[in-house]
């Protein structure tokens, strides 16, 4: 997994001012910081979907913004759609690591064959691993044989 820190400051914030206050002139810096990071980028890159209604109330979805800006800085492709929230569920925060993986199973589905061997699923945090781990089962399943994982920021486990 590349990501730039755990969930504090500064990331945090640059996440909720995304996420939240729609500032994505933040993506492009952020995405720059993160590439700089990344030594060996997977030669296609996908983001994790939003259930239709969610990203239609929001106006966006955060991972296709940040995806389609890491990729731009790594020189790679980017395939937005890859993946479909086919259950609208309710919001993964707050939720606890059984819930969450409750709250998914079943949750997603590939659009279309993937044809790369290596891939990376973009998001823009990473909290207990949930959704990622879902949409590897499907990459799996489908022949991917390599899968990374990029993120602005992953929340720690608890001590």
């Not at 109330?57 to 492709?77: I, P, T, V, Y």
């Not at 409750?102 to 990376?120: M, Q, T």
């Not at 089962?137 to 720690?156: F, M, N, W």
Request: glycine share 4%; with cysteine.
């Amino acid at each position: 997994m590349y990501c730039l820190s755990d969930y504090q400051f500064p990331t945090a914030w640059y996440v909720n001012q995304i996420k939240h206050q729609r500032q994505f002139r933040f993506c492009q810096p952020v995405a720059t910081l993160l590439a700089e990071r990344i030594q060996d980028p997977a030669p296609l890159l996908l983001s994790v979907p939003m259930h239709w209604r969610r990203q239609w109330r929001r106006g966006f979805n955060q991972s296709d913004l940040f995806a389609a800006q890491l990729a731009h800085a790594l020189g790679q492709h980017y395939l937005p759609d890859a993946f479909r929230r086919t259950t609208h569920t309710p919001p993964q925060q707050g939720l606890n690591k059984q819930q969450r993986q409750r709250n998914l199973a079943g949750a997603f589905r590939l659009n279309r064959p993937i044809e790369a061997k290596h891939v990376a699923i973009v998001d823009d945090v990473v909290t207990t691993g949930s959704t990622v781990r879902q949409l590897c089962q499907l990459l799996l399943a489908d022949g991917v044989e390599s899968i990374d994982i990029y993120c602005i920021c992953r929340t720690p486990e608890p001590k």
